[in-house]
């Protein structure tokens, strides 16, 4: 079975510039949640989202974060402008969820590695 | 959720078996025991999770605690490839909040 996919795995550009990432999250998973991860802060939740509604947004650490998930198969998390200390390993997350099976783990995909110059 | 305090690092010899510590004094009722592991430049990959019974599955095995204040991660025969940071995190829902996690270094 497919995991959860994102793109690219590498990306490198200049700070200013606009960054946009994608996530596939597994077929048939109703969630799913953006992750940071850097060096100092380790890995943080940025926002989840419940059958693509934004749920929980307090983890995106500016107004130039923005995530979008316009259907069930395909999310994506855009920086505008980029900054380098936006660089980090950004992660995608999908589960499966609901209100007598809510316990289901998270399944991440491995990631975009992001570095701003 | 309750917050997860892990040793900061393990060693284990290939072939044994790996006995990863876990306390979570402050868990409440409703919330589960998540471990995950993480090797070098890969996503967090999900090994187990229980409640309150003792949990097995075809990487791991899960022991809670009667009180759920700690639990115990075993990977029974540990390989070169099991060597990564795993992470230990209760919750209730949605959000997983990761810490620091151990280290384990298997090692031939």
């Known amino acids: 079975d497919a995991g959860v996919i994102q793109s690219p795995r590498h990306e490198v550009t200049e700070m200013g510039q606009e960054v946009t990432l994608r996530c596939k999250p597994i077929?048939?998973?109703?969630?799913l949640f953006w992750y940071r991860q850097t060096m100092m802060r380790g890995l943080e939740l940025l926002i989840y989202?419940?059958?693509?509604?934004?749920?929980?947004d307090s983890g995106m650490p500016e107004d130039r974060f923005s995530a979008k998930m316009p259907n069930a198969s395909f999310s994506t998390l855009k920086i505008q402008p980029s900054e380098p200390r936006d660089s980090a390993v950004y992660f995608c997350?999908?589960?499966?969820?609901?209100?007598?099976?809510?316990?289901?783990?998270?399944?991440f995909g491995d990631g975009t590695r992001l570095s701003i110059l | 959720d309750a917050k997860t305090t892990q040793p900061t690092s393990m060693d284990c010899a290939e072939g044994r078996a790996a006995n990863l510590p876990c306390n979570h004094s402050?868990?409440?009722?409703?919330?589960?025991v998540y471990w995950y592991r993480q090797i070098h430049s890969q996503g967090p990959q999900y090994i187990i999770h229980?409640?309150?019974n003792n949990e097995t599955n075809e990487m791991a095995s899960l022991i809670i605690t009667e009180d759920r204040k700690s639990s115990t991660l075993i990977l029974p025969h540990a390989t070169l490839r099991d060597t990564a940071v795993y992470y230990c995190?209760?919750?209730?829902?949605?959000?997983?909040?990761f810490g620091a996690g151990t280290i384990l270094r298997v090692k031939s």
């Open positions: 997350a999908s589960r499966s969820g609901t209100r007598e099976n809510w316990n289901q783990p998270q399944h």
């Open positions: 077929s048939g998973h109703n969630s």
């Open positions: 989202f419940n059958n693509n509604v934004p749920i929980d």
């Open positions: 402050t868990i409440s009722g409703n919330e589960y």
């Open positions: 229980g409640l309150k």
């Open positions: 995190i209760v919750s209730y829902g949605n959000k997983l909040v």
